[in-house]
């Protein structure tokens, strides 16, 4: 009997040499005269145990990790494909702690199934929620969607039904789905993650949203910086087609969705909505004037509905096990769970998805083990580069978009960036201006000009230049920004410089002489 033996495929364990672990593993089968089936599958998400490589077993999936390819032999030597064991066993895969411990709905498949296989997916759960949202009408789709609470995973944490109904209610002959898949935040890969490792999730939800609102079109905007996941969504689309999953009639409904997927640009004001628009439509990347919304007039000008990937690829679960399911996870106005990306310096980085609610302690002590290096905990970073940088006293804070707000954070897409007492804050204030000078589309002076002056401020600030008079110019010039920026690029560089300024004062008010190490990059 065929063993079927998993090697992830997902970019993350590739960079750390799953290629050459899968063809050590296929090589040495085949010397062995040992049948195998060699199943390429997306991440578990436990990063530091990749290149994870799991057997099948009847007892179920054994884990072994971090293999390298010269570990091959040894572990055939150990009888693996039959979960012998081997100094590298993990042993029952959804036994490992960071795992088991882990409520997973919207990555429920990712890393389990053959992420090209349609049958697969369907063996998994998959297509069911497409096929009960095609026995609904357009407006009850969009009710259940707006019941679950979903809110959108990509930033702002906008009801996604609430926009849905938007697009529903604009007459229009044709409107679009537009998934947001250009994942530019700092720390963050659940994107990515998906796109390798479930692809079919992110295209059941983009369908059910099409058919949810009359959209016969869908594009997904990828960053340029991965072709990897590129490549597989790509096929995942041919093969969805094929199968009847999209195209003329999907699943035999009569109803009509068709997807493509696009390259990115390569600019992180790309992931801002009316930017990507402009960037999908072939032009420069320029934010738009709001309204009119997307909703109403987005790609091409038609009625579009553009979420996040996270958003997208949720959605099916919410009508496999029901609104009210998907509902009873969270807390507050923060429903369902999150999938959160634990990175930076951290021992154990990798994807966490908890129902809202869990702490920042919990992330970091329990799931990330602590910092990488060892050193004593500092600062992390929430929500991309425009997300607010908070200290241990803030570690009990729940993840939770209005808790978030409270303390002048946002969760934004869930990254979560780690830094152990090493890390200089005025200089990752500093960063986070250039950042923003770097980035501006430049279309409004709030934010193209007012990030350069930023960096000049703080530079003087940090050479001890005038710092009374220059700390209350930088007061000035981030309310100026937030409040006179045309989009959040500009309107949120504050978070960063002011939560460094407000938890970490010392940092600014260091001796001339004596910088402290950079860690900006
Ligand atoms: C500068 C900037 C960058 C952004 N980058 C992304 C991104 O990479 N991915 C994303 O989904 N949303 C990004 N957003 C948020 C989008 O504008 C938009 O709100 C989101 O895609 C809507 O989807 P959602 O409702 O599902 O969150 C960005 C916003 C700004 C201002
Ligand atoms: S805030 Fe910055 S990125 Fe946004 S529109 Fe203004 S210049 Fe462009």
């Not at 849905?164 to 044709?174: D, E, F, G, I, K």
């Not at 991965?226 to 093969?239: D, K, Q």
């Not at 496999?320 to 969270?330: I, N, P, S």
């Not at 000078?437 to 000049?456: F, H, L, M, N, Q």
């Amino acid at each position: 009997m065929s063993v079927r033996v998993f090697v992830p495929i997902d970019a993350a364990a590739l960079s750390v040499g799953a290629q050459q672990v899968a063809d050590a593993v296929a090589a040495e089968a085949a010397r062995r005269g040992l049948a195998i089936t060699l199943v390429r599958n997306g991440s578990r998400g436990l990063f530091w145990l990749e290149p994870l490589v799991e057997v099948e077993t009847p007892a179920g999936r054994v884990a072994y990790g971090p293999v390298a390819a010269a570990d091959v032999p040894g572990l055939f030597d150990a009888d693996f494909l039959a979960g012998g064991a081997h100094a590298l066993t993990l042993g029952p895969t959804e036994e490992i702690e960071y795992l088991k411990r882990q409520e997973r709905l919207t990555f429920v498949r990712c890393g389990i199934v053959d992420p090209l296989s349609v049958d697969d997916y369907r063996a998994h759960g998959g297509w069911k929620g497409l096929e009960t949202a095609l026995k609904l009408s357009g407006a009850e789709i969009v009710e259940q969607v707006t019941q679950s609470g979903l809110r959108g995973r990509g930033g702002a944490g906008f009801p996604t039904g609430i926009k849905w109904r938007t697009v529903l209610n604009a007459p229009a002959a044709q409107k679009y789905v537009v998934c947001n898949a250009d994942e530019g935040d700092s720390g963050t890969f659940a994107d990515r993650m998906l796109m390798e490792g479930d692809p079919f999730s992110l295209i059941e939800g983009m369908a059910i949203a099409g058919v949810a609102v009359g959209a016969t079109e869908g594009y997904v905007y990828i960053r340029s910086e991965y072709p990897h996941a590129f490549r597989t969504f790509s096929r995942a689309i041919e093969l969805a087609e094929a199968a009847g999953f999209l195209g003329a009639s999907v699943m035999g409904s009569g109803k009509a969705f068709r997807l493509e997927a696009r390259l990115g640009a390569g600019a992180y004001i790309c992931g801002e909505e009316t930017s990507l628009l402009e960037s999908l439509e072939g032009k420069r990347g320029l934010v738009r004037f709001k309204p009119p919304l997307p909703a109403i007039q987005g790609l091409f000008g038609k009625p579009t509905i553009v979420n996040n990937l996270v958003s997208l690829a949720t959605v099916p679960v919410i009508f496999e096990k029901g609104w009210e399911f998907y509902r009873d996870f969270g807390m507050g106005r923060s429903r369902g769970t999150l999938p959160i990306q634990l990175a930076g310096n951290v021992k154990r980085g990798g994807l966490v998805e908890r129902a809202f609610g869990i702490t920042l302690r919990e992330l970091i002590e329990d799931y990330g083990g602590g910092t990488a290096s060892g050193r004593p905990f500092r600062a992390v970073q929430v929500g991309g580069p425009l997300g607010a940088y908070f200290p241990e006293s803030l570690l009990d804070t729940p993840l939770d978009y209005e808790a978030f707000t409270a303390v002048k954070g946002m969760v934004g897409h869930g990254g979560v960036v780690v830094f152990d007492d090493r890390v200089d804050l005025a200089e990752q204030a500093r960063f986070a201006m250039e950042f923003c000078a770097i980035e501006s589309c430049g279309k409004c002076t709030p934010c193209r000009i007012g990030s350069t002056r930023g960096v000049e401020v703080i530079e003087r600030i940090i050479a001890g230049q005038d710092r009374a008079k220059n700390l209350e110019l930088l007061d000035d010039l981030c309310t100026l920004m937030l409040d006179g920026s045309l989009c959040a690029l500009g309107g949120l560089t504050p978070y960063p410089v002011l939560s460094a300024l407000q938890h970490f004062p010392d940092d600014f008010d260091r001796p001339v002489a004596a910088p402290p190490a950079r860690a900006a990059e």
